[in-house]
C-alpha cells in the first residue's frame, strides 16, 4: 500500500478527527478510504460538490437560529454551544 500526504488547515484536520471518531472509524486513514470508496461508487458527488453555491442563510437572527437549531432536538448540547460561540463572534448575525 502506498503513502500519501496532504496539506489540511487545522479546522480541517479537528473535522477529520471528529468524523473519523464520530463514525467510529479506526483511524483518519480510513475515514479517507472510506470516502474514496463512496466517490468511486457516486462520481457525481464530486460534480455536485462543484456545483454547489453557498449563500449566507437568510435568518440572521442569532437568537432564531439557536431556537431553531434547539427545536429539532438533532444536535447534542456541546454542538449547540459552540454554535451560540461562532454566531456571537460573527459580524452578519444579530442580536
Not at 455536485?48 to 431553531?68: H, Y
Amino acid at each position: 500500500m502506498d503513502t500519501i500526504n496532504i496539506s489540511l488547515t487545522n479546522d480541517q484536520v479537528k473535522l477529520v478527527n471528529n468524523l473519523t471518531k464520530s463514525y467510529q472509524f479506526a483511524n483518519r486513514s480510513e475515514f479517507f478510504r472510506a470516502i474514496l470508496r463512496l466517490v468511486f461508487r457516486r462520481p457525481e458527488m464530486i460534480t455536485a460538490a462543484d456545483e454547489l453555491v453557498l449563500e449566507p442563510p437568510a435568518i440572521r437572527s442569532r437568537k432564531k437560529i439557536m431556537a431553531s437549531m434547539r427545536a429539532t432536538g438533532k444536535y447534542p448540547s456541546a454542538f449547540l454551544k459552540s454554535l451560540g460561540r461562532g454566531l456571537s463572534e460573527s459580524d452578519y448575525f444579530s442580536d
